[in-house]
């Protein structure tokens, strides 16, 4: 049960509405929730991306991608798609200026590199998105949840960060020269990849007769284990598919235009599954569940029940 922490805030803003996605590298912000920031970018919120790390140690995973020769190159060329997803959006983007943890693997697993994202200290790598919070004023906040959504340490990061500038950016005695204090007032976890989602998608594609990628993982023992998030928030948003879909192939280093992402007709997406699904974390203003907009208790001059 979630109450408001701070009942006495307005519930009209007075003003135009500011989104802020946070995200852990350049594609994340295409492959989570895309489809919602386009649709409110449409509508004329303000919608800001914040990608955490240039994604310099991300493998190039579309196998007809030719090879990138070096990091620095890889920083540059992934700089360009994401101007590029940026745009396909309609939305802002900012760097917060960290180096790419990368995705350690084996067993045991090696020590991450020195220097990045994921090994700062939590108040380092907080203050540039504190101070971006407290510039860009958002009502509400994405990003991930305590588990990073998989356990890439980045995305970890990802969200002790923004759970911090939430927590932080709005008190005057904390981070004093990051900007004027700023109170965010909605935090939500992206559920980009949900089994529930995956199991509708698989269900559709066999009930129509036609091949689905997803059953293995549908029937593995690692997906059945994989506890589901509650869902608070569903944002219908078929109408902005073909952005996101634009964007996500913006990211030609990262997204095999065959692969996994494409894997559904958009037809048959739109029609199982045409929205997006958040988690309320954490809200400044009453609210009722469920919702179908992350402005919910910010639009009316009636403030919402609390749940």
Same mark, same amino acid.
């Given at each position: 049960? @979630?109450?408001?922490?701070?009942?006495?805030?307005?519930?009209?803003?007075?003003?135009?509405? @500011?989104?802020l996605?946070v995200? =852990?590298?350049?594609?994340?912000?295409?492959?989570?929730?895309?489809a919602?920031?386009?649709?409110? /970018? =449409? &509508?004329?919120?303000?919608?800001? $991306? =914040? #990608?955490? #790390? +240039?994604? &310099?140690?991300?493998?190039?995973?579309?196998?007809?991608?030719? %090879?990138?020769?070096?990091?620095? *190159?890889?920083h540059?060329?992934?700089?360009?798609?994401?101007?590029? /997803?940026?745009?396909?959006?309609?939305?802002?983007?900012?760097?917060?200026?960290?180096?790419?943890?990368?995705?350690?693997?084996?067993?045991?697993?090696?020590?991450?590199?020195?220097?990045?994202?994921?090994?700062?200290?939590?108040?380092?790598?907080? *203050?540039?998105?504190?101070?971006?919070?407290?510039?860009?004023?958002?009502?509400?906040?994405?990003?991930?949840?305590?588990?990073?959504?998989?356990?890439?340490?980045?995305?970890?990061?990802?969200?002790? $960060?923004?759970?911090?500038?939430?927590?932080?950016?709005?008190?005057p005695?904390?981070?004093?020269?990051?900007?004027?204090?700023?109170?965010?007032?909605?935090?939500?976890?992206?559920?980009?990849?949900?089994? =529930? @989602?995956?199991?509708?998608?698989?269900?559709?594609?066999? &009930?129509?007769?036609?091949?689905?990628p997803? +059953?293995?993982?549908v029937?593995?023992?690692? /997906?059945? &284990? !994989?506890?589901?998030?509650?869902?608070?928030?569903?944002?219908?948003?078929?109408?902005?598919?073909?952005?996101?879909?634009?964007?996500?192939?913006?990211?030609?280093?990262? !997204?095999?235009?065959?692969?996994?992402?494409?894997?559904? %007709?958009?037809?048959?997406?739109?029609e199982?599954?045409p929205?997006?699904?958040?988690?309320l974390?954490?809200?400044?203003?009453?609210?009722?569940?469920?919702?179908?907009?992350?402005?919910?208790?910010?639009?009316?001059?009636?403030?919402?029940?609390? *749940?």
């Open positions: 049960m @979630r109450r408001a922490t701070d009942p006495r805030r307005p519930y009209v803003t007075g003003e135009r509405l @500011r989104l996605a995200h =852990a590298h350049p594609d994340d912000e295409s492959s989570k929730g895309a919602t920031t386009a649709r409110y /970018a =449409a &509508e004329g919120v303000d919608v800001l $991306v =914040a #990608t955490c #790390t +240039g994604g &310099e140690r991300g493998d190039v995973l579309n196998p007809s991608y030719p %090879p990138v020769p070096d990091p620095d *190159r890889m540059e060329i992934r700089r360009e798609e994401m101007a590029a /997803a940026a745009k396909a959006l309609g939305v802002q983007q900012e760097w917060l200026g960290f180096v790419d943890s990368g995705l350690p693997e084996g067993d045991p697993l090696p020590p991450l590199p020195e220097g990045c994202f994921a090994l700062q200290p939590l108040e380092v790598a907080a *203050r540039p998105l504190v101070e971006l919070v407290r510039r860009f004023r958002p009502h509400v906040i994405t990003t991930y949840d305590p588990t990073g959504g998989y356990p890439h340490p980045d995305h970890i990061m990802c969200h002790r $960060v923004s759970a911090e500038a939430f927590a932080a950016a709005g008190d005695e904390r981070y004093r020269d990051a900007g004027e204090p700023w109170t965010p007032l909605k935090l939500y976890y992206n559920h980009g990849f949900s089994m =529930a @989602r995956i199991r509708a998608a698989h269900e559709a594609l066999v &009930e129509r007769g036609l091949e689905s997803f +059953g293995e993982w029937e593995s023992r690692a /997906a059945r &284990e !994989i506890p589901e998030r509650e869902v608070t928030t569903r944002i219908e948003c078929a109408e902005f598919f073909a952005a996101r879909d634009d964007a996500l192939r913006a990211h030609a280093t990262q !997204i095999d235009p065959d692969g996994f992402f494409f894997a559904m %007709p958009r037809d048959l997406e739109r199982v599954w929205f997006e699904e958040y988690e974390a954490e809200s400044r203003v009453p609210v009722r569940l469920p919702e179908d907009d992350l402005f919910a208790g910010l639009r009316s001059a009636d403030p919402t029940s609390a *749940r």
